[in-house]
T-cell receptor, first 121, second 107 residues
Framework: QVQVVESGGGVVQPGRSLRLSCAASGFVFSSYGFHWVRQAPGKGLEWVALISHDGSKRYFADSVKGRFTVSRDNSENTVHLQIDTLRPEDTAVYYCAKTRNFGDYGAFDFRGQGTRVTVSS | DIQMTQSPSSLSASVGDRVTITCQASQDIRNFLNWYQQRPGKAPNLLIYDASYLETGVPSRFIGRGSGTDFTLTINNLQPEDIATYYC?????????FGQGTRVEIK
C-alpha cells in the first residue's frame, strides 16, 4: 500500500530555515520522481519543485529558486525540501507527491496530508 | 510560463445534474493535462490524467476531454461527495502550472 508522510512543518520566523521531509513506502521508491506542491491559506495549488527518480535533476519554480533545495535518499525512501530565508509568502501547506508513472513526468500522485508551514514573527 | 485558465470559478448545481468545467491553456499543451479534486481540508486527489484517462478508483461519472489548448471536465449525475474544488494542471512545459480552481457546491 502506497504511503507518503510529510513532516517538518511549524511556525518559523522570517529569515530562518526549515527542512521538510517526506517518507514513502509501499512502492519502488527509486523509480519515481517526487514533487513538492504548496497551497497558501485560501489559495490554489502551486508547484514548487521536482527531484528526478535518481536525484540527478532538480527543477524549481521561479518564486523559490535560490532559496529552496531538494534532495532524496533512495536508501531511506525519503525526500527533503530545504527552505532557507523564509518569507511570509512561504506560509502554506506543503504536499509531497510522487509521479503517477515510472520516471519523472506525468500526473501528481498525492498520498500524504501535507505539512503546514507558517512564517511569522 | 503556461497560463491555465479555468471557468467558472465556482458553480452551484443540484444532485443529479451534469456540470462542466473548462480549462484553457495559453499555448498548445497536447494532451499533457491532468485534473484533481480537492475536498475541503484534504489533499488533492488525481481524477483524470493525460486529458481523458480515468484514474483507478475514480467513478466513471467523471469525464475528461480535450487536447491542444481547450479541455473540459464533466461530472455526470452530481453527488454530494463531489463537493470540492477542481484544478487542472499542465505538464507540457516547466514550470508545471495549475488553473486557479473551480469550486463546486450543491444547491
Amino acid at each position: 500500500q502506497v504511503q507518503v508522510v510529510e513532516s517538518g512543518g511549524g511556525v518559523v520566523q522570517p529569515g530562518r530555515s526549515l527542512r521538510l521531509s517526506c517518507a514513502a513506502s509501499g512502492f519502488v521508491f527509486s523509480s519515481y520522481g517526487f514533487h513538492w506542491v504548496r497551497q497558501a491559506p485560501g489559495k490554489g495549488l502551486e508547484w514548487v519543485a521536482l527531484i528526478s527518480h535518481d536525484g540527478s535533476k532538480r527543477y524549481f519554480a521561479d518564486s523559490v529558486k535560490g532559496r529552496f533545495t531538494v534532495s532524496r535518499d533512495n536508501s531511506e525512501n525519503t525526500v527533503h525540501l530545504q527552505i532557507d530565508t523564509l518569507r511570509p509568502e512561504d506560509t502554506a501547506v506543503y504536499y509531497c507527491a510522487k509521479t503517477r508513472n515510472f520516471g519523472d513526468y506525468g500526473a501528481f500522485d498525492f498520498r500524504g496530508q501535507g505539512t503546514r508551514v507558517t512564517v511569522s514573527s | 510560463d503556461i497560463q491555465m485558465t479555468q471557468s467558472p470559478s465556482s458553480l452551484s448545481a443540484s444532485v443529479g445534474d451534469r456540470v462542466t468545467i473548462t480549462c484553457q491553456a495559453s499555448q498548445d499543451i497536447r494532451n499533457f493535462l491532468n485534473w484533481y479534486q480537492q475536498r475541503p481540508g484534504k489533499a488533492p486527489n488525481l481524477l483524470i490524467y493525460d486529458a481523458s484517462y480515468l484514474e483507478t478508483g475514480v467513478p466513471s461519472r467523471f469525464i475528461g476531454r480535450g487536447s491542444g489548448t481547450d479541455f473540459t471536465l464533466t461530472i455526470n449525475n452530481l453527488q454530494p461527495e463531489d463537493i470540492a474544488t477542481y484544478y487542472c494542471q499542465q505538464y507540457d512545459n516547466l514550470p508545471w502550472t495549475f488553473g486557479q480552481g473551480t469550486r463546486v457546491e450543491i444547491k
